[in-house]
């Protein structure tokens, strides 16, 4: 049975989801809960939720998700990490009656205009607050920001950060720079990888195994079966594959792997991570 790293859910009427609006996100644009993942991954045995919004009401929600979950296993949340009062909202969380399954913080890097926002003082500051609380950091990147994570990964021994996506390289174009920051943000032994979000960042409508295999070895070399883990990104996948397509595409990517490397890969490190 599979680990799935990286899933998400939202309820629209909760609250909106401002980031599906486009009408190219139109099969995003409705509600997406526990039955429905449930439902769309019968394979998975266990799974980690995983923030959308940067308000501090949904991750309590993720939380109450997950303590009444057969499936969901623990969730990455949210609190606002330049604040001087990170480390109160952190206990807060963890003390929290569902708090248990709290196992990490994330935080949409990507959106922020500053390239250099991850090497803010105060940003460093609230990722050491998110270590000193037992908890992983989940780098949310794109190419251009990877320089900062790498630099922010090196300054906090003490932190476990997890990158997600893969950081997202441009599928289809020279994977050479990317692949060098890839490469050196693995180097330090704090980092693991989600191999995920791939899809995505291909063509929705052409994507093949075959597209995106030269990314995926990079990060197969770079981090190891043992510091890598497979996540669906569902529903977002949905823009491009449906859960099974995706499923079926790390199947075949990793097919060349020693069973315990590909059990690493849709299991054991996603349980050591997140302590599942």
């Known amino acids: ?152 990964v090196a300054a906090l021994p003490q932190v476990e950060f997890v990158v997600e996506h893969c950081s997202k390289p441009a599928i289809g174009a020279d994977p050479g720079e990317w692949a060098e920051l890839i490469r050196s943000l693995a180097a330090h032994e704090n980092v693991t990888c989600k191999l995920s979000g791939l899809v995505t960042e291909a063509d929705w409508k052409s994507w093949d195994v075959a597209t995106l295999r030269p990314y995926f070895e990079v990060v197969l070399d770079a981090f190891g079966p043992e510091r890598l883990m497979f996540g669906s990104d569902w529903p977002v996948c949905l823009l491009a594959a449906t859960y099974e397509e995706w499923l079926g595409a790390a199947r075949e990517l990793v097919a060349e792997l020693s069973p315990d490397e590909q059990a690493a890969i849709f299991s054991s490190t996603a349980r050591r991570v997140y302590g599942l």
Do not use: N
């Open 1 to 152: 049975m599979i680990v799935d790293a990286h899933h998400h859910l939202w309820d629209l009427s909760v609250r909106d989801q401002g980031w599906i609006t486009d009408p190219p996100m139109g099969v995003l644009r409705r509600s997406f809960l526990e039955p429905d993942f449930v439902a769309a991954a019968p394979a998975v045995s266990t799974s980690v939720l995983v923030q959308t919004v940067c308000v501090p009401e949904e991750t309590p929600e993720f939380l109450a998700i997950a303590a009444s979950s057969d499936v969901v296993g623990a969730v990455v949340g949210w609190t606002d990490l330049t604040s001087a009062a990170v480390g109160d909202s952190l206990a807060a969380l963890v003390d929290s009656p569902d708090g248990s399954w709290l196992r990490g913080i994330r935080h949409q890097v990507q959106s922020e205009p500053d390239p250099e926002w991850l090497c803010r003082k105060d940003v460093w500051h609230g990722l050491a607050a998110v270590g000193a609380a037992g908890l992983v950091y989940e780098l949310l990147t794109v190419p251009r920001q990877m320089p900062a994570a790498r630099r922010t």
